[in-house]
């Protein structure tokens, strides 16, 4: 079972801030949504485009209920799987923090570009729409909340890792 596992949105910080957790706890990272690409041997935004949605959906489904049951450091969601119907209730139990991030800081991180499918077209609007519709499932899953905006990744991984209670 994962020691934690972070969720939130696109640009929240969910990669960085894991692996910098994993590093403090001396474990190893896991993200899905790479997971996913390296089992399909192609991006997420094509298998977006050649596939569709509820295919990528299919494949992260698997990937995170395999992760939540084998991966034992610091896992990563891709910013949707919480929402997933089937996916939400394999949270439970888990020690889960929600990266939460203003859509100031997340557009500067990643800059919403083509890469994220659902950003694709009008990037803010869509953004701010997505997490509209996610929140109240990230915060009904999260054990924890960590506002990441304007913070720099050490202080947010150190937080993470004091709520776990462990050293940091």
Same mark, same amino acid.
């Given at each position: !079972?994962?020691?934690?596992?972070? @969720?939130?949105?696109p640009g929240s910080g969910k990669t960085t801030v894991g692996r910098a957790v994993a590093d403090l706890l001396g474990v190893g990272f896991h993200d899905t949504d790479a $997971? @996913?690409?390296?089992? $399909? ?12 949605? *509820? =295919?990528?959906?299919?494949?992260? /489904? =698997? ?19 919480? +929402?997933?119907?089937?996916?939400? *209730?394999?949270?439970?139990?888990? =020690?889960?923090? %929600?990266? &939460?991030?203003?859509?100031? &800081?997340?557009? /500067?991180?990643?800059? %919403? &570009? ?5 950003? =694709? ?9 997505? !997490? ?8 009904? +899953?999260?054990?924890? #909340?960590?506002?990441?905006?304007? /913070?720099? #990744?050490? &202080? @947010? ?8 209670? $462990?050293?940091?």
């Open positions: !079972m994962p020691r934690v596992v972070l @969720v939130g949105p $997971a @996913v690409e390296s089992a $399909a041997g192609r991006s997420i935004s094509d298998i977006f485009v050649e596939d569709g949605e *509820p =295919a990528f959906r299919a494949l992260e /489904r =698997a990937e995170v209920a395999r992760a939540l049951a084998a991966e034992p450091g610091v896992v990563a969601l891709g910013g949707g799987a919480p +929402v997933d119907p089937e996916t939400e *209730p394999l949270l439970a139990g888990h =020690a889960v923090v %929600f990266l &939460d991030v203003g859509i100031a &800081d997340a557009a /500067r991180r990643v800059g %919403f &570009d083509r890469s994220r499918p659902l950003l =694709a077209v009008n990037p803010r609007a869509s953004w701010v729409r997505l !997490m509209g519709e996610r929140r109240p499932v990230y915060e009904r +899953v999260a054990t924890h #909340v960590v506002d990441t905006a304007g /913070r720099p #990744v050490e &202080d @947010v991984a150190a937080e993470v890792v004091g709520l776990l209670g $462990a050293p940091a």
